[in-house]
Structures are given as structure tokens and as C-alpha cells.
């Protein structure tokens, strides 16, 4: 089961991320800069263009977030609840890892 979530800071991010990227795109159609990994860049034979269909589909689903479960009968918030919980034990692993200078043994 999968459930989804919006945020509105998530979205902004996304946006903010999906603007730069298609402005590099630009750059890189119209010759000012060397083509390199761009999502946003159709490449159909030696024409580049911008792909807008791809543009307009990222720009859609900025700030849904997925969230997957294979627990019978789960409920949303729970499931949502665990993976943000996730997220904040491995970041205090991640803090007392660093401070401990711990190695693998």
C-alpha cells in the first residue's frame, strides 16, 4: 500500500529545483553551454530541444511524497509518523557516529 503526501515547503523546493534546471536546459539548447545530464534536454539526433512535456509533468507532482507499507491494515498518519521518525534516528546516528569518530571493527 502507498500513501501520499503534500507539502508546500516540498513543493517550493521542487519548484525552485525544477526552475534552475530547465533554465540550464535553455543554456544548453541555445549553445551557451555544453550539454551534460539534464532530464529537461530532448536529445533526437543532433536536435536539442527542451522537453516541456516532462517540464509540465515534474511541475505537477512537486510536493507529493510517497510513502510505502506492506503492513496489513495500516493508517496514514502512522505510517507517515514512522518514516519521519526513521529519518530522525538516522540523523542522531549519523551525529554520534561523527562526534565518536566510531569505525567499522
Known amino acids: 500500500m502507498i500513501f501520499y ?6 513543493a517550493r523546493r521542487t519548484l525552485r529545483g525544477i526552475d534552475e534546471q530547465v533554465a540550464k536546459a535553455e543554456k544548453a539548447v541555445a549553445g551557451k553551454v555544453a550539454v ?3 532530464r529537461f534536454i530532448k536529445l ?3 536536435n536539442k530541444s527542451v522537453d516541456r512535456g516532462l517540464e509540465a ?3 505537477g507532482l512537486a510536493g507529493l511524497k510517497g510513502y510505502i507499507t506492506n503492513l496489513p491494515d495500516p493508517d496514514a498518519e502512522f505510517v507517515i509518523g514512522a518514516y519521519h521518525r526513521l529519518f530522525q534516528i538516522e540523523k542522531s546516528f549519523r551525529m554520534s557516529k561523527h562526534d565518536l569518530a566510531a569505525r567499522p571493527i
Open 57 to 59: 509533468k515534474a511541475r
Open 5 to 10: 503526501q503534500y507539502r508546500a515547503d516540498r
Open 36 to 38: 551534460k545530464r539534464n
Open 44 to 46: 533526437a539526433g543532433a
